[in-house]
């Protein structure tokens, strides 16, 4: 299993969609897949970011709601 890095914005953000009552266990689910190195499923649209982001990945839980991370092999960075 990797280490879980968490930048500040991604504590901020988290505070964020628990404060509007989202649903955080999806998140949870996708956060430990990541860490697991398990299969996304599709339908959370994983792709590569361009630009600024270069090196980033970007999955969609639900609606407006993604992950930007970035994975080596020992790490996850979100």
């Not at 998140?27 to 980033?56: A, I, M, Y």
């Not at 639900?62 to 960075?77: F, T």
Request: proline share 1%; net charge positive; aromatic share 6%.
């Amino acid at each position: 299993m990797r280490e879980l890095i968490i930048q500040n914005t991604y504590v901020k953000d988290l505070k964020l969609v628990i404060k509007q009552n989202w649903d955080i266990e999806s998140t949870e689910q996708v956060v430990h897949s990541l860490l697991c190195d398990e299969v996304l499923n599709k339908r959370l649209k994983d792709h590569p970011l361009t630009g600024e982001l270069k090196g980033f990945r970007d999955c969609h839980v639900y609606g407006d709601l993604a992950i930007i991370y970035k994975r080596s092999k020992r790490e996850l960075i979100l």
